[in-house]
């Protein structure tokens, strides 16, 4: 065989080998982009959830139907949460606990506003820029 022939078919192996490479890989990132997005939303419904249900139990004090809908919120979001949202949680349920048994209620807001300012960031990582000093309302608090 000719030198040029030999060239030639090197250079077209190579160029449909990059091709087939920038095919897998854009298709790959493409597949974890989509993965990524998919459990963000469910895990932005799942937070939802959450302070839904933590609304409707602080509302309706002793409904033992809105109780339930809570633990359940919680017992998902031990599914979804990572690990900085559990511990957030976990700190808000205790107080809430101290709370019950007649104590102050402020470490209570911030550690919401905590629970809220971890689920955010969790949801949307471009919200990093958010203000910390910012605090949220319970959601059943009087206007």
Known sequence: MDGTIIAA?????????????????TQRGSRKRE?????RKMKLEYYKEYVAAFSEASASGSNETARQRYRSAVNNLNLVAPTNILIALYA????????????????????????????????????????????????NAPL
Not at 13 to 24: D, P, R, S
Not at 114 to 139: E, G, Q
Request: glycine share 8%; charged share 15%.
């Open 35 to 39: 993965h990524e997005s998919d459990w």
């Open 9 to 25: 078919f090197i250079t077209g192996a190579f160029t449909g080998i990059c091709g087939l490479g920038a095919v897998v890989l």
């Open 92 to 139: 808000f349920q205790k107080q809430v606990t101290h709370i019950q048994q007649g104590n102050s209620h402020d470490d209570a807001d911030a550690l919401f506003n905590s629970l809220l300012h971890a689920m955010r960031n969790d949801c949307y990582p471009k919200l990093s820029k958010d203000n910390p000093n910012f605090r949220f309302l319970h959601l």
